[in-house]
Antibody
Framework: QVQLVESGGGLVKPGGSLRLSCAAS????????MSWIRQAPGKGLEWVSY????????NYADSVKGRFTISRDNAKNSLYLQMNSLRAEDTAVYYC?????????????WGQGTLVTVSS | QSALTQPASVSGSPGQSITISCTGT?????????VSWFQQHPGKAPKLMIY???NRPSGVSNRFSGSKSGNTASLTISGLQAEDEADYYC??????????FGTGTKVTVL
C-alpha cells in the first residue's frame, strides 16, 4: 500500500532554515511527480512546489520562490524540501503528496503532515 | 496567483443534494481540465474526491460528481450523509505551470 511519511518539522526562528523529508513506499517512486502542499493553522491549502520523477522539472509558488528548494533521491524513495530564510507566514503543516496518473494535480496520496513553526 | 473562490460554507439536510462552486479565471479553471476536488476532515490529510473535472478515483462514492462551465467548476454531493460533513477544496493547474487551491468550503449536514 502507498505510504508517505513526512519528517523534519519543528520550531525555527525567523530567518532560519529547515529541511523536510518525505519517505515513500508502496509504489515506483521515480514514476511520479511529487508535490509539497502546506496548510497554515486554521487556513486553507496552499500548493508549494513540485518535482518531476527524474528531477528535470521543478516549480514553486511565488510565495516561496528563491527561498525553498525541492529535491528527491529516487534511490532512497525520498522527497525533500529545503526551506531557507523562513518567515512567520511559513508556519504551517507541510504535506507531501503524490501527483497521480493524470499528472494534473490529482494528488491521490498524502502524508500525515509535519508542522513547521517559525517564531522567535 | 490568487486562490480560487469558493463559498465559505454550504449546508444541507441528510438526503439532499448540495453544490459547491469554484471560480477562477481563463488562466486556470477555464483554461484546463485539470480541476480536482479534495475532502478534509478535521485533523486529517486531504482526500482526493474528483480529478480532471469529473473523474472519480476508485473507492469514492458515486454520490460525488464534478463539472465545469467556463471559469467555474462545481462539486455536487447527492444524498448528503453525516460523514460528508467536512471541508472541501478545489484545485486547478495554471498557465504558470503551477497549481492553485480554492479558498475552501465548510459543508455542514443539518
Amino acid at each position: 500500500q502507498v505510504q508517505l511519511v513526512e519528517s523534519g518539522g519543528g520550531l525555527v526562528k525567523p530567518g532560519g532554515s529547515l529541511r523536510l523529508s518525505c519517505a515513500a513506499s508502496g509504489f515506483t517512486f521515480s514514476d511520479y511527480y511529487m508535490s509539497w502542499i502546506r496548510q497554515a493553522p486554521g487556513k486553507g491549502l496552499e500548493w508549494v512546489s513540485y518535482i518531476s520523477g527524474s528531477s528535470s522539472h521543478t516549480n514553486y509558488a511565488d510565495s516561496v520562490k528563491g527561498r525553498f528548494t525541492i529535491s528527491r533521491d529516487n534511490a532512497k524513495n525520498s522527497l525533500y524540501l529545503q526551506m531557507n530564510s523562513l518567515r512567520a507566514e511559513d508556519t504551517a503543516v507541510y504535506y507531501c503528496a503524490r501527483d497521480g496518473e493524470s499528472n494534473g494535480g490529482d494528488f491521490d496520496y498524502w502524508g500525515q503532515g509535519t508542522l513547521v513553526t517559525v517564531s522567535s | 496567483q490568487s486562490a480560487l473562490t469558493q463559498p465559505a460554507s454550504v449546508s444541507g439536510s441528510p438526503g439532499q443534494s448540495i453544490t459547491i462552486s469554484c471560480t477562477g479565471t481563463s488562466s486556470d479553471v477555464g483554461g484546463y481540465n485539470f480541476v480536482s476536488w479534495f475532502q478534509q476532515h478535521p485533523g486529517k490529510a486531504p482526500k482526493l474526491m474528483i480529478y480532471e473535472v469529473s473523474n472519480r478515483p476508485s473507492g469514492v462514492s458515486n454520490r460525488f460528481s464534478g463539472s465545469k462551465s467556463g471559469n467555474t467548476a462545481s462539486l455536487t454531493i447527492s444524498g448528503l450523509q453525516a460523514e460528508d460533513e467536512a471541508d472541501y477544496y478545489c484545485s486547478s493547474y495554471t498557465s504558470s505551470s503551477t497549481y492553485v487551491f480554492g479558498t475552501g468550503t465548510k459543508v455542514t449536514v443539518l
